[in-house]
């Protein structure tokens, strides 16, 4: 017997989170041994292996704590069966699909949202209504709506069909996109149809594969990284392609998860830096308009900058981290500071590394002193204070102190980073490095969101 109340606790614990082993492990509390009694729950799950066994588990216990109940008998009529394509309508779609009512207007719901953010912002509101068909079992479809060679990509992909004409600004395009209705395909597809229908073309295959992959994975007013971990994994492990190789223009569609891994990474990255996300639009806008200029020639400007950043981005992705906090200021000046006139320097907590406008020469001892408190981890506190409680939570990086972490961009003709260390108020310290200081609150990378507050800082060369 199963607690209603731990039930809830439980889901608490994992929702969201985007951790396999937590919704496994959670899963299988709630629903070992294949059946599950309580006063509201009662349910049988059929064993299988893997995600698959994990996500049936969740949906049951989710529709069972919303009061839906999966007695023999009242489940939905649409549910486990082969149903024939059925027209569902939405403000901007519409549909054409044999998932089960519930499934296809949920579907359509974040269809509405991706619309909403990619249409928002290339500033160009969808043209037509979007017409899509999404796939769940290809048999029970006929050939007037799904063609023949259509239904090879929609096994476990999908494909977009546009026609039409333009001439110049003039065109009138019509796209349909044929998907699965499997891994965010419908939402990848959508975002093709909207840019064959809005502007004409798609761009070249590096950028409307991985805008698409952008439609899939943005979430509204979240500009954190929200894409699955084994795409996580796949990016932070695997050999890197070059930016000129990610963005080459000898490249095709349905080329494997892999080559789009990277093209949404390099997308994401453009979009949500504020160092080049203005540039990237733009440029971006002129791409889908038809112009041919490379990623290469509109950023030649910016390229060592803009290498060193996506190379950090890669060094530290994770569900959650955030460009627009973890951006580099590359406009501030940086100098050697006098014994009787110290440099003065400000660092917010919801910040990646800043700024701290000293010039470090080895061996020069130098002293930070500041003031300010921030609130992190739902905890107000002063930098280098007392040490946090054994019940707030801690992180990889926190050595269980609120510290100022601190790292020097190195001098030469590649940019490159020290490795971090600890810096302390009031304490001196020798400079190890020739570089430029860089500070930041010592919390992790995914975290910064929820911080907030600043430490005005004092900076002097000792004798």
């Known amino acids: 017997m199963i607690n209603p109340a731990q039930v809830k606790q439980l889901l608490r614990s994992f929702w969201g989170c985007g951790r396999t082993e937590i919704l496994v492990n959670t899963a299988r509390t709630l629903l070992s041994g ?4 309580a006063p509201v729950l009662r349910c049988r799950v059929q064993r299988c292996t893997g995600l698959t066994w994990v996500v049936q588990c969740l949906i049951r216990v989710s529709l069972c704590l919303a009061g839906i109940s999966l007695l023999p008998g009242h489940a939905d009529a649409d549910e486990g069966a082969n149903l024939p394509p059925r027209e569902f309508r939405s403000k901007n779609f519409v549909m054409r699909t044999d998932l089960p009512e519930r499934d296809a207007q949920q579907l359509l719901d974040k269809m509405e949202t991706m619309l909403r953010i990619v249409s928002g ?15 769940s079992n290809a048999d029970t479809w006929p050939a007037e709506l799904l063609p023949a060679p259509v239904r090879p990509h929609v096994q476990n992909g999908g494909l977009t069909v546009a026609q039409g004409v333009r ?16 891994f965010g395909t419908p939402q990848h597809e959508a975002v093709h149809a909207y840019c ?21 994975y943005w979430v509204e007013n979240n500009s954190g990284v929200n894409t699955p971990d084994y795409v996580i994994d796949f990016l932070r492990n695997s050999d890197r392609p070059s930016i000129d190789e990610i963005t080459s223009l000898d490249q095709a569609s349905g080329d494997g998860w892999r ?3 990277w093209r949404w990474a390099l997308c994401h990255f453009m979009v949500n830096n504020s160092n080049y996300s203005d540039r990237f639009r733009t440029y971006g806008i002129s791409l889908l308009n038809g112009k041919r200029q490379t990623f290469g020639s509109a950023f030649d400007s910016q390229r060592k900058e803009l290498e060193f950043e996506f190379g950090f981005f890669l060094d530290h992705l994770q569900s959650g981290f955030d460009c627009r906090r973890c951006s580099w200021d590359w406009k501030s000046r940086f100098r050697t500071p006098r014994t009787d ?32 408190t921030w609130n992190t981890n739902s905890t107000q506190s002063r930098p280098d204070s007392s040490p946090k409680s054994p019940d707030q939570p801690s992180t990889e990086e926190s050595p269980g102190q609120q510290l100022l972490k601190g790292c020097v961009m190195l001098q030469g003709q590649k940019l490159q980073l020290s490795e971090p260390f600890e810096v302390h ?3 001196s310290f020798a400079g190890e490095f020739a570089g430029d200081l860089y500070l930041r609150c010592p919390d992790s990378w995914d975290s910064l969101e929820g911080n907030s507050g600043t430490v005005r800082l004092q900076i002097s060369a000792e004798n």
């Open 34 to 37: 294949g059946t599950c009694t």
């Open 121 to 135: 912002y290339w500033g160009a509101p969808s043209r037509k209504t979007i017409e899509c068909c999404v796939v």
């Open 167 to 182: 001439i110049g600004r003039q065109m009138n395009v019509s796209a349909v996109s044929y998907a699965s209705s499997r």
């Open 196 to 216: 064959y229908q809005t502007f004409g073309s798609t761009g070249p295959t590096w950028y409307a594969e991985g805008m698409a992959e952008m439609g899939n």
């Open 259 to 261: 080559n789009y891994a």
């Open 341 to 372: 006139r110290p440099l003065s320097a400000t660092i917010k907590a919801d910040r990646g590394w800043q700024p701290a406008v000293l010039r470090m020469v080895p061996g020069q001892k130098y002293r930070i002193e500041w003031d300010g």
């Open 425 to 427: 108020s009031g304490k």
